[in-house]
């Protein structure tokens, strides 16, 4: 992917030059294109595929929330790990996300699952694979996201100070286990699946041990409470 066709958000742009002119890089854009070629439906749409960059610039990170592959169903992905476009049924994990908020901080459950607002507060919401083939989950696995996006976290760790790292299930616990935690908060659970939820996620009080780490280091917290009506703007 050569760095001056990308559309990113500047400070990331230029954060992650290196990657963009990288040789893995240019195999993962072929491969993305022969996808399409062959007619293969990719979600998220190109234009969203760094969203959470995009609306989270990286002086404006506080909190990192990661996930590991887009929605694969029809208009679900937007480029925002958990989350779901306007009017789309909200997923089973988020659901169990919502559950735990309304115990933790009193928020009663969203009637969409648009976190968009969450994104622009600061919460880098990034899953680890950025692109995924329609009805075949993980089919992107293994073609250089997972590299691209561990940069991301680096680039995060080091540059960033008094980040909350938000690491549900063993997957994302792996892959952020460098960070600094004498600089930033790790706060551990496992996934919110409802394979796994109640082995721990819930009463595991992630969204107000956030806020009150925040407010320690002298940085506003983050109103998790989403707006009732949805603004793709």
Known sequence: MSETAIQLEDSWKQALSAEFSSDYMTALRAF??????AGKR???KGAEYFRALDLTPLDAVKVVILGQDPYHGAGQAHG???SVQPGVRIPPSLVNIYKEMQADLGIPPARHGFLESWAKQGVLLLNSVLTVEEA???SHQGQGWERFTDAVIRIVNERCEHVVFILWGAYAQRKAAFVDTSRHLV???VH???LSAHNGFF???PFSKANEWLVKQGRDPVNWQLPETVDRH
């Open 136 to 138: 075949r989950a993980a």
């Open 80 to 82: 925002l790990c958990f």
């Open 42 to 44: 990719i979600f998220p």
């Open 203 to 205: 009463g595991s009080k």
């Open 187 to 189: 706060l551990k659970s």
């Open 192 to 194: 919110p699946s409802p």
């Open 32 to 37: 993305l294109v022969a996808e399409r070629e």
